[in-house]
Structure formats: structure tokens, C-alpha cells
């Protein structure tokens, strides 16, 4: 560009300008260096600010007429090669936005790499989390783009819309754990999922008592599913998690010495757990095997691993008697209503399936076995984790503390002051 072929850009100028005969036609101003006006062989006008960064001729486009005027479009160069005269490059760094990765590149890479890291359960509930509500809403946004308001807004529409204030919890605890990974490929500086106010949860702590097992027995029996209904009888003797026994093949089993071999790929900790069978676990895995065909201790219809056995559950439950009355509600949490608008109720299970591993420990701490044991029965590696069922050692440390008064103090007029009920949702 010389001062020959440039002059004042002015709006009539630009008005009247024409394509060239041959390619795109440059307008040069001669108020500011690598200012000018481009029009396209179909006759469209930008404006764009020629410079150099970085050893790199750049060229950007500002705007396009008649959107820009040329005062706004000239001052808007001025700008840029102020930032180009402090050593920014424009230019590269619209390149490098629209690069940028995004939440749906995110989830691509936390799928790849970190989601197999998991259980199948996990893998499975996640992959919702992302398909069903997070790619939604963030799938297009620019990663370093999403702010933490846009993460609590999430949360709160997840619990009021949705209804689902738990299911708003692990949706948030899943998003910490990506934008963590997130910094770590160096994505971002910080977490937007960090701080997010939790909705309050209450631990379940729900045991089933002596007569609510030999009920939910006595439903398993001859139930018109034997596979599913199996799989929930080794639940019971084992105290294992669902995933373990539901994924079970028949190598991980030693029978004749009754071990059950679990490998780390199949345990929630990822860590190989050996623990032995009772007489009644390894006599029903006996009869399941008398008439196996293939590796899955429990298969399904196609021959792979069963994956749900709620609806097994939920009638077994139905004939222990082990339900409640609760509102129906759709999936966007509202009250189903009759004609009259009454609230419609359904039967629903009032114990969990996960409800058995809490009652197997809890049979262990009245049989007397210690947390370390209890830890190591059900795979605990941490014993917090264990912690849980301390409080069940009540009545056993009472009766052991009673056992030292009475020999220590063996007054027969002193009176009896222990607590002669037991907590109902305790086993004896």
C-alpha cells in the first residue's frame, strides 16, 4: 500500500464503491495505516485492519457495511493496533476462541478417559446425566465460557423443574469432577462447579428386621422369576453390591472351598475383593448351576448379564408387604390427578435394593463380628465407609458393659435401668 492508491475513507465513498473486474477490490484509508474497505466480486462491503504480529501479517475483519459506519469501523482499528502495538495479536486470538474447546468436547473427553474408570452402573447413570441434561443446555458453550451462576441455575432447575433435588446434586458432583479435569488439560483456570449450594440429603439408614427378611424370603419363593429372583436371594446371603452379584460369572466362584473372587474391574473400589461363602449361598449357587448354559451366574434373555431387576423387586416387596402409598408424579415431578383433581397414589417398595447390603451388616454386628470384619465383608477400603454401622453396636456394648456391672457391683437389690426396647429398624 502506498499513499498513491489510498486516500480518506469517507461513507459516500463506501456507498459508491464497486467490485473489481477480478477478485475482491481494497479500499485503502489513509488516516490509518492497514485500514480499508474490502468489496467482494458479489458486491459485499467489510471493513478490515491489515497488521503484523508476532513476525505473522494478519488480516481482520472489523465489520460489514452498512452495519459499521466508517467512523466506528476506523476507530474500532485504532483499537486494534493499540492492543497490536502491546504485543496482543486479535487475530489469532479469534482463532484461538473459535477453537476453543467445547462442553461437548469435554464430555467427549471425559468419556474417553475417565468415564471407563468407573463402574457400569456409574458409566450408564453418567452418560444420562450428560445426554439428558447437561449437553442440552451446555453442549455448544465454549468451556472457559460457562460461569458458575450458569452451574447453579442448572442445580436449581434440576430440583424445582425436574423435582429431582438428589439427581441435581450428582449432576453438579459429576461437572466438578470434569472442569477439575478440565484445568488439568489446562481448558480453564478454575471450576464453575465448585461452591454450588448442595440440597440437603438424609443418609438412609434402613434395616430390615427379622420379620421383614423371612417375609421378603418367603415372597422369592417359586416367584415366576427364578433368575432375577435368585439374584436377589444372593443379594441377601451376601451383602454384596447389585452390579457385583448381577454381573457375577461362574470362574470368579470356587465352590468346593466356597470363595467368591471378585476382580477389580468388577468392584466399586477397583480393587480385587476374596471374601468366603456361607453354606446357604454356595447350596443356591449349587442349584443355579445344575442348570447353567453359559459364564453369567444370572443371564438375561439375550444370554448377557441381567441389568435390572427392579421389577422383580418391586413385586416381591409388594407380597412382603414391604410397600408404601405415594404420590404419582410425571417426570417433570408434577402431581398426577384423577378427573375430581384428586392426587393419584401408587404402591411403590419402601426398602431399597441396596437397603439388603445395610441389613447384611447389621446381622454381622448382632452375630458380634467387629467394623474391621464388617469393612472387609463387604469391601470397604476406607473406614469411614464402615463407620456408618457403628451405631448398631449399642445394644452389644450395652450388654457388655452390663456384663462388668453385674461383676463388679453384684448387688441383687441394685435396679435394672437398661433399655428394654430395641430400635425397630434393628436386627436382634
Avoid at 459516500?12 to 475482491?24: D, E, F, I, N, T
Avoid at 451383602?239 to 473372587?261: H, K, S, Y
Amino acid at each position: 500500500m502506498s499513499a498513491s492508491n489510498s486516500q480518506r475513507l469517507t461513507d459516500a465513498m463506501v456507498r459508491k464503491a464497486l467490485p473489481a473486474a477480478r477478485g475482491s477490490a481494497l479500499l485503502w484509508d489513509s488516516k490509518v495505516k492497514g485500514f480499508c474497505l474490502r468489496v467482494s466480486p458479489g458486491g459485499g462491503k467489510s471493513f478490515m485492519l491489515d497488521y503484523r504480529a508476532g513476525g505473522r501479517q494478519r488480516r481482520i475483519t472489523i465489520g460489514s457495511y452498512p452495519d459499521w459506519s466508517v467512523a466506528a469501523a476506523r476507530e474500532a482499528a485504532k483499537a486494534m493496533k493499540r492492543e497490536v502495538d502491546l504485543g496482543r495479536d486479535p487475530m489469532g486470538e479469534r482463532h484461538e476462541e473459535r477453537a476453543a474447546p467445547t462442553v461437548a468436547d469435554l464430555w467427549e473427553r471425559y468419556r474417553v478417559e475417565h468415564l471407563p474408570t468407573k463402574a457400569a452402573r456409574s458409566q450408564k447413570d453418567e452418560t444420562m446425566m450428560w445426554e439428558q441434561i447437561v449437553l442440552p443446555r451446555f453442549g455448544k458453550m465454549k468451556v472457559a465460557a460457562v460461569a458458575h451462576e450458569d452451574i447453579d441455575a442448572l442445580h436449581r432447575d434440576i430440583t424445582n423443574i425436574r423435582g429431582t433435588p438428589i439427581r441435581a446434586n450428582r449432576t453438579v458432583e459429576v461437572l466438578r469432577k470434569a472442569f477439575n479435569l478440565s484445568i488439568r488439560w489446562k481448558w480453564r483456570t478454575d471450576n464453575p462447579a465448585s461452591g454450588v449450594r448442595r440440597n440437603p440429603e438424609e443418609r438412609r439408614n434402613r434395616y430390615l428386621n427379622k420379620v421383614e427378611i423371612a417375609a421378603l424370603a418367603r415372597a422369592l419363593q417359586d416367584h415366576s422369576e427364578p433368575v432375577s429372583a435368585n439374584a436377589i436371594k444372593l443379594l441377601m446371603l451376601t451383602g454384596a453390591r447389585r452390579g457385583e452379584v448381577l454381573g457375577a460369572t461362574w470362574d470368579m466362584f470356587d465352590l468346593e472351598n466356597g470363595i467368591w473372587t471378585k476382580p477389580s474391574a468388577h468392584t466399586k473400589q477397583r480393587k480385587l475383593h476374596r471374601v468366603p461363602l456361607s453354606g446357604h449361598a454356595i447350596r443356591l449357587l449349587l442349584e443355579i448351576k445344575e442348570t447353567a448354559t453359559g459364564p453369567y451366574v444370572f443371564p438375561g434373555p439375550n444370554g448377557k448379564p441381567l441389568t435390572d431387576i427392579k421389577r422383580t423387586w418391586a413385586s416381591v416387596c409388594k407380597k412382603a408387604g414391604l410397600v408404601e402409598k405415594v404420590e404419582k408424579k410425571t417426570r417433570k415431578g408434577k402431581a398426577v390427578r384423577d378427573r375430581h383433581g384428586n392426587p393419584v397414589t401408587i404402591e411403590v417398595p419402601n426398602v431399597r435394593i441396596h437397603d439388603l447390603r445395610h441389613s447384611f451388616a447389621s446381622i454381622l454386628v448382632s452375630g458380634g463380628a467387629s467394623l474391621p470384619l464388617i469393612g472387609q465383608m463387604l469391601g470397604h477400603t476406607q473406614v469411614q465407609t464402615t463407620q456408618r454401622y457403628a451405631h448398631l453396636f449399642d445394644d452389644p456394648m450395652r450388654k457388655a458393659a452390663e456384663m462388668v456391672g453385674a461383676f463388679m457391683l453384684p448387688e441383687p437389690e441394685m435396679k435394672d435401668v437398661t433399655p428394654s426396647k430395641e430400635p425397630a429398624d434393628a436386627v436382634a
